[in-house]
């Protein structure tokens, strides 16, 4: 039962452009939403969060939008740079099960010079 | 802090072999996680605990999958038997409290397991 969903599995971009990554859930009872970004033969680490009390959250380059009637999160990378080509993986945590944290199919983003 | 510890780093077995996963955590996080990544099922969660408890194992696929964490220093990952379709990469990752819930994860590098 995936309660996150990430329906792109790929995603190119050229540098210096807009990367938009986007995930859909099904679960309206989690407290933070999130992504982690994974390059190969390491694991993944945390990019940034938004409480469920918000719609949006900025870190430079990287903008986190929160549509909770549409059950819609999505990731905005401006500008993209090669250096961002990675596996990017949305996921939730808090709700009914506190400390549970989990995610998503993940969607590779190639960023092209 | 050497961050999280896994071994092995790559693990190569035979179908039906026993084969032992293991998590060294970073100091005084009480959070740890388990995870398998997979190109159809992305980064799965198959077990946490928390203060060394195990909290939700509803991710672990099968009864040949038990995780254990005898102290909050040390925890494993067992699969036995061994079969061709648990070939994956197998993460562990540990967050700290109070951060209510532990969004911040650190993550191993990985176990990547091939079952042949």
Known sequence: DQQVKQNSPSLSVQEGRISILNCDYTNSMFDYFLWYKKYPAEGPTFLISISSIKDKNEDGRFTVFLNKSAKHLSLHIVPSQPGDSAVYFCGFAGGTSYGKLTFGQGTILTVHP | ?116
């Not at chain 2, 190569?12 to 099922?41: A, N």
């Not at chain 2, 077990?47 to 220093?73: H, L, Q």
């Open chain 2, 1 to 116: 802090d050497a961050g999280v510890i896994q071994s092995p780093r790559h693990e190569v077995t035979e179908m039906g072999q026993e084969v032992t996963l293991r998590c060294k955590p970073i100091s005084g996080h009480d959070y740890l996680f388990w995870y398998r990544q997979t190109m159809m099922r992305g980064l799965e969660l198959l077990i946490y605990f928390n203060n060394n408890v195990p909290i939700d194992d509803s991710g672990m696929p099968e009864d040949r999958f038990s995780a254990k964490m005898p102290n909050a220093s040390f925890s494993t990952l067992k699969i036995q038997p061994s079969e061709p379709r648990d070939s994956a990469v197998y993460f562990c990752a540990t967050a700290r409290p109070p951060a209510p819930p532990p969004t911040e994860a650190f993550f191993g590098q990985g176990t990547r397991l091939t079952v042949v």
